[in-house]
């Protein structure tokens, strides 16, 4: 296994923002059908979120890599030519695909259900460069090209308010290394100043192990169960029917459907896991959670 670690100073450089300030555009939420609606059943003491598509904007939606004339293989093509290597954009994404592929067979070997990778480990094997701070500048660049975000609307001010109201808060996503940086980028803040707790923070590839795997949610569970709070005092926000609606309520959480964004929203109708799937909330905004948080015991404000 490839050890994962680079020089502190280095790993700063990689977050500031000027540095990848070209790749960071404002986005519009696009609408979807949905309206807001639902209560919790119960008060609530932990909120864990999910990050794309729910607290950030993930502007990838349906985009097709492989087509030669999308404007992200040009740039793919560009940021080729940057990092000096000569191989053709087709040809880096197809050994990406393959080098992924491979991890996750050896992790379904291993009995994992759901397998995440560790993606600076894959573009160490797919660009056979030694320096790991290369390569982790090389895949922030790249998953900004392929996958650009944005805050949600009213981001920053719902997270003020559930500090304000003593709520703990964490993270449960299918995200990488260069995931928790995006709170820098756009919110000019670490994630642990933000108000999210270190211990309850449970991003997939430190497991190996993506959602909808219940794995995360359950270790989620854990940790909570010993700081006292049982399942049905914590709420799960995310935008996709299985993958977060799905182990969440298997876990016992309340859940919150966010359907902000048409690009991300996920109802998966077709699936039978989600068929008789109800959350507890239908959210479109994130500033509509100010009204559902922070009751005392018995429900009233």
């Not at 993930?58 to 030519?81: K, T, V």
């Not at 996750?104 to 560790?118: A, I, K, N, S, T």
């Not at 799905?246 to 016992?252: E, F, H, L, R, S």
Request: hydrophobic content about 40%; glycine content about 8%; overall charge negative.
């Amino acid at each position: 296994m490839i050890a994962v670690g680079i020089g502190p100073g280095t790993e700063n450089q990689m977050m500031k923002r000027e540095l990848i300030e070209q790749y960071l555009q404002p986005l519009t939420p696009l609408p979807t059908a949905l309206s807001a609606r639902g209560g919790l059943r119960h008060p609530i003491r932990c909120i864990l979120f999910d990050i794309y598509g729910t607290l950030f904007i993930s502007g990838s939606g349906d985009l097709r890599l492989s087509q030669q004339n999308s404007p992200s293989y040009d740039r793919i093509e560009q940021l080729l030519a940057k990092y000096g290597i000569t191989r053709s954009p087709r040809r880096i994404l197809a050994t990406l695909c393959e080098h992924i592929e491979i991890r996750h067979d050896e992790l379904r070997q291993q009995g994992v259900d759901h397998p995440e990778v560790v993606i600076d480990r894959i573009w160490r094997q797919v660009l056979e460069i030694d320096d790991q701070s290369v390569v982790r500048q090389f895949a922030i660049e790249f998953e900004l090209i392929t996958n650009p975000v944005s805050p949600m609307p009213h981001l920053e001010s719902m997270l003020s308010g559930c500090r304000q109201k003593g709520l703990l808060m964490g993270i449960i996503s299918n995200a990488q290394f260069y995931t928790p940086y995006l709170f820098s980028w756009f919110l000019n803040s670490e994630i642990e100043s933000l108000g999210f707790d270190p211990g309850l923070l449970f991003y997939s590839y430190r497991f190996e192990r993506a959602k909808p795997s219940l794995a995360l949610f359950e270790m989620a569970a854990d940790r909570l169960h010993s700081k006292g709070i049982e399942p049905t005092a914590v709420l799960y926000v995310g935008n996709d029917m299985l993958n977060d609606m799905y182990p969440a309520n298997a876990i016992g959480f309340q859940t919150a459907l966010f359907a902000g964004d048409r690009r991300s929203l996920r109802l998966r109708a077709e699936d039978p896991r989600c068929e008789d799937l109800r959350p507890d909330l239908v959210l479109t905004d994130l500033g509509q959670l100010d009204q559902h948080i922070g009751l005392p015991p018995g429900g009233q404000r």
